[in-house]
């Protein structure tokens, strides 16, 4: 099975920067697709972004522009940049893994704060 730690959430300040990362270990493979979904209180989570083994990346138009995704190939880690925050962003951050029709496995979850 593959596990995922989530690090990094925490309080950020509007127009400022945090970074999250999520490891995953365990089981494998070799295409497979890591992503950020995040969920505010009282609406239903969403994508923020997505990168595969194959370089392709998709963002919300929310945060393209201010959010960064890349990943590490071999510790199996991706990072999710987050700059210019804004309350908005505020939302419980869960990091995801699939591989498409067979695994999908979520992190813990990670409280981003955006607030002065």
């Known amino acids: 099975q593959v596990k995922l730690v989530e690090s990094g959430g925490g309080l950020g300040q509007p127009g400022g920067s945090l970074r999250l990362s999520c490891a995953a270990s365990?089981?494998?493979?070799?295409?497979?697709?890591m992503g950020w979904y995040r969920q505010a209180p009282g609406k239903e989570r969403e994508l923020v972004a997505v990168?595969?083994?194959?370089?392709?990346?998709r963002y919300a138009d929310s945060v393209k522009g201010r959010f960064t995704i890349s990943r590490d190939n071999a510790g199996n880690t991706v990072y999710l940049q987050m700059n210019s925050l804004k309350p908005e962003d505020t939302a419980v951050y869960y990091c995801?893994?699939?591989?498409?029709?067979?695994?999908?496995?979520w992190g813990q979850g990670s409280q981003v704060t955006v607030s002065s």
């Open positions: 995801n893994y699939k591989m498409s029709g067979k695994i999908d496995v």
């Open positions: 365990g089981s494998i493979f070799s295409i497979f697709a």
């Open positions: 990168i595969s083994t194959v370089g392709t990346i």
